[in-house]
């Protein structure tokens, strides 16, 4: 099993910056892909940036140029990050961590509790 915890949301005026992070502890070995995602009130989750095990980044049109994803292994923790800059009204939402397993050959999901993070105009 994997466990997530995310911290670093808040508010924040626009055109400003807040850096997101989430802890993964327990099976991390088995962790490949770890991703970001959001939701905002009454809209569906959307997928905001991902890192695959060998650093490869991608990430969502509406965030390219503005946020930046990493990762950082520890001896039993693997940390991602969201930094997120030139931040606008429309990326007010709940960011969630996930990170993905594989196990005999079949993947699964895990997902952190969400952090708020709040832009002000």
């Given at each position: 099993q994997v466990q997530l915890v995310e911290?670093?949301?808040?508010?924040?005026?626009?055109?400003?910056?807040?850096?997101?992070?989430?802890?993964?502890?327990?099976?991390?070995?088995?962790?490949?892909?770890?991703?970001?995602?959001?939701?905002?009130?009454?809209?569906?989750?959307?997928?905001?940036?991902s890192q695959t095990k060998d650093g490869s980044t991608q990430y969502g049109d509406y965030v390219k140029g503005r946020f930046i994803i990493s990762r950082a292994k520890a001896k039993n923790t693997v940390t991602v990050y969201?930094?997120?800059?030139?931040l606008e009204p429309e990326d007010t939402a709940v960011y969630y961590c996930k990170a993905t397993t594989i196990q005999f050959g079949s993947e699964y999901d895990w997902w952190g509790q969400g952090t708020q993070v709040t832009v002000s105009s």
């Open positions: 911290s670093g949301g808040g508010l924040v005026q626009a055109g400003g910056s807040l850096r997101l992070s989430c802890v993964a502890s327990g099976t991390i070995f088995r962790i490949g892909t770890m991703a970001w995602y959001r939701q905002a009130p009454g809209q569906q989750r959307e997928w905001v940036a969201l930094q997120m800059n030139v």
